[in-house]
């Protein structure tokens, strides 16, 4: 098992739908960050959803976390959690509502 800021690392992550070339040349990350991402973003989205059981304190930590930024209540404390909330950010949809009108 191997662990990589306290989570367990399982395949790499890829976000094709949103970071078609990559999240590195998105331009919205910093290498270490889309490393990190790449590294770790499969469990978290894993615990995030559901689909998998926290191991350790640091995992069922970011569950709590994710529980709480649903709720808007809680902002991230380390850099996982941080890099998790920029990646939710940028990831959802905002819907555009532009302006017609008539004179």
Not at 22 to 42: D, M, P
Not at 47 to 69: D, H, R, Y
Request: proline share 4%; charged share 20%; glycine share 8%.
């Amino acid at each position: 098992m191997n662990l990589i800021h306290g989570f367990i690392a399982e395949a790499p992550f890829y976000d094709d739908t949103h970071f078609p070339r990559g999240f590195s040349k998105s331009g919205n990350f910093t290498i270490s960050e889309s490393e990190l991402l790449t590294q770790v973003g499969k469990r978290l989205f894993m615990l995030e959803q559901g689909f998998s059981n926290p191991e350790n304190a640091v995992e069922e930590q970011f569950v709590q976390f994710c529980k709480a930024q649903y709720e808007g209540k809680l902002e991230g404390q380390n850099k996982v959690e941080m890099l998790w909330q920029k990646y939710k950010k940028l990831t959802n949809f905002k819907p555009f509502h532009g302006l017609n009108g008539s004179s």
